[in-house]
């Protein structure tokens, strides 16, 4: 039933979309990394996030692709952060990761 | 002939006096067991990482992973210590680490022959070469990434024997350098350490 699965799908957009700006109005602070490469995002969302609160969110706005795995294992091997999501956008032509990391309770 | 105490005496011979006496040594034995083992779990609760990282080489190539690696670990939130040693103590130095080279010949990855690599002057070649390639990669700097390492109190310490034996003057040094530490210091922490490299 195709006309079933579009609505399906239509709906699962919706409700992503909303989950993204949900998350975007959320964002407490914005990091900007473009260009910065292996280690400086991290060493940055690190050093961002000791300024933040318990329940603030961060995003990490870079252009490293590697920030992808670097920033999930950071964020999994560190007490007091915990990665949300984590998605690649195309911004005029150049991908960029943004990654949201979450200042636990 | 029959008392109170031989008819409730066990199979074993024991009197209610002897049991009585065993379980209030094995109950002194339980609590001090107890007390030793809340004592292991309160040190194994330390889930605090510590890393040494032995740094030895001071070439412009050389010098990254140490710093790389300890500005990451700090970013984990772990206790980190850089023992410098020998040429790695060019790291820290402050005049020399702005100028650390990188060297031509001995690298069979380099884009000239070693024949030719051992030009004089070729060094500063290839130094160049790598330099703008950094740049142009955005890869930090070495002066960057040493400030970073400061700021997140990786503890940076530069061997005291070798800062004697290169002739240099610990005012050479970055201020937040710990001089005067020797084998031992390095050894003990690194026996502290959960992970331990030499670079």
Aim: charged share 30%.
């Amino acid at each position: 039933m195709p006309i079933t699965d579009t609505i399906i799908k239509a709906q699962y957009s919706i409700v992503q979309c909303r989950h993204n700006m949900s998350l975007e109005t959320d964002v407490t602070e914005t990091l900007d990394v473009k260009g910065a490469s292996c280690p400086m995002p991290v060493v940055k969302s690190k050093q961002a996030v000791d300024d933040l609160a318990a329940g603030d969110l961060l995003e990490v706005v870079a252009t490293d692709s590697g920030s992808m795995s670097d920033i999930d294992g950071w964020a999994s091997g560190t007490d007091g952060v915990s990665l949300v999501e984590q998605e690649e956008r195309d911004e005029g032509g150049e991908t960029v990761y943004v990654h949201y990391v979450q200042v636990e309770e | 002939m029959s008392t109170d105490a031989d008819e409730s005496a066990g199979d074993d011979g024991f009197t209610p006096d002897d049991e009585a006496a065993e379980i209030a040594e094995l109950r002194a034995r339980i609590d001090e067991l107890e007390e030793e083992l809340a004592d292991v779990t309160v040190e194994t609760d330390d889930d605090q990482k510590s890393m040494v990282i032995v740094a030895t080489k001071g070439t412009l190539d050389m010098a990254y992973p140490p710093l790389i690696l300890a500005s990451t670990a700090a970013a984990f939130g772990w206790d980190v210590t850089v023992f410098h040693t020998f040429w790695g103590l060019d790291i820290l130095h402050e005049e020399r680490s702005k100028d650390l080279k990188l060297s031509s010949v001995g690298n069979p990855n380099m884009p000239v022959p070693n024949a030719i690599a051992s030009i004089p002057g070729m060094d500063r070649v290839t130094t160049k070469m790598m330099r703008k390639k950094i740049a142009d990669n955005e890869t930090a700097s070495i002066d960057e990434l040493l400030d970073t390492c400061f700021a997140m109190d990786v503890e940076m310490q530069a061997c005291q024997m070798t800062i004697e034996l290169m002739d240099y003057d610990e005012d050479d040094f970055y201020d937040d350098v710990t001089v005067g530490v020797g084998a031992a210091t390095a050894l003990e922490a690194m026996a502290e350490a959960d992970i331990q490299l030499l670079v």
